[in-house]
Nanobody, 114 residues
Framework: VQLQASGGGLVQAGGSLRLSCTAS????????TGWYRQVPGKQRELVAG???????NYADSVKGRFTISRDGAKNVVYLQMNSLKPEDTAVYFC?????????WGQGTLVTVSS
């Protein structure tokens, strides 16, 4: 399974971006998928997750601003990010766990300017 993350870029504070995580196979209905982010010198942290049955969870820092969703027909999981803040600047990674095996996509850089 390969995961491809895209959609990062430079945005001003208060703006929005939508990240996409595209899978090479139809996996999202049988896997838990999440978005993590990492800044230099810090551990990778979970931002949002969606389970195989569609339940979602979010880090406290992004609740009410970010929304994770998926399109099973397109094999894509999205992360809609609104009201972005400079502290959201990071490399964002998507990951899926299938049968206890974890897959990671490459990161996509999000930069929020003040």
């Amino acid at each position: 399974v390969q995961l491809q993350a895209s959609g990062g870029g430079l945005v001003q504070a208060g703006g929005s971006l939508r990240l996409s995580c595209t899978a090479s196979e139809r996996i999202f209905s049988i896997s838990g998928t999440g978005w993590y982010r990492q800044v230099p010198g810090k551990q990778r942290e979970l931002v949002a997750g969606i389970s195989s049955i569609g339940s979602t969870n979010y880090a406290d820092s992004v609740k009410g601003r970010f929304t994770i969703s998926r399109d099973g027909a397109k094999n894509v999981v999205y992360l809609q990010m609104n009201s972005l803040k400079p502290e959201d600047t990071a490399v964002y990674f998507c990951t899926s766990v299938i049968m206890s095996r974890q897959y990671w996509g490459q990161g996509t850089l999000v930069t929020v300017s003040s």
